[in-house]
């Protein structure tokens, strides 16, 4: 069974920091492109950061370049989104998502094949 599991979501006051994990699990993410959605309450998913496959090349949202970094581990089958100096805007459910080699239109929330269920990520003022 192909799955996505996103873990690290939590409540973080404005200024911290955290670490969100996205775990496959019925196939190997070395192949992948993964990216980083988030989905605000009342407003529409928008694509946050996207990592190729094993070349590593990344892409980020305008917003969050800078303070967010994507980073992959492919012997642990796992992707991270590091996201520091958070601010009350970052408030979000998470979500990541796959697609084969390359991030292509993650930037639209497009062309991704798999997405895990998402984690709550909410920081306070």
């Known amino acids: 069974q192909v799955q996505l599991v996103e873990s690290g979501g939590k409540l973080v006051q404005a200024g911290g920091s955290l670490r969100l994990s996205c775990e496959s699990s019925?196939?190997?993410?070395?192949?992948?492109?993964v990216g980083w959605f988030r989905q605000a309450s009342g407003k529409e998913r928008e694509g946050v950061a996207c990592?190729?496959?094993?070349?590593?090349?990344?892409e980020y949202h305008n917003s969050v370049e800078g303070r967010f970094t994507i980073s992959r581990d492919n012997a642990k089958n796992t992707v991270y989104l590091e996201m520091t100096d958070l601010k009350p805007e970052d408030t979000a459910r998470y979500y990541c998502?796959?697609?084969?080699?390359?991030?292509?239109?993650?930037?639209?929330?497009?062309?991704?094949?798999?997405w895990g269920t998402g984690t709550p990520v909410s920081v306070s003022s």
């Open positions: 990592i190729s496959d094993s070349r590593g090349n990344t």
């Open positions: 998502a796959a697609t084969w080699l390359f991030c292509g239109e993650w930037a639209k929330v497009k062309g991704m094949d798999y």
């Open positions: 019925g196939f190997p993410l070395e192949n992948y492109a």
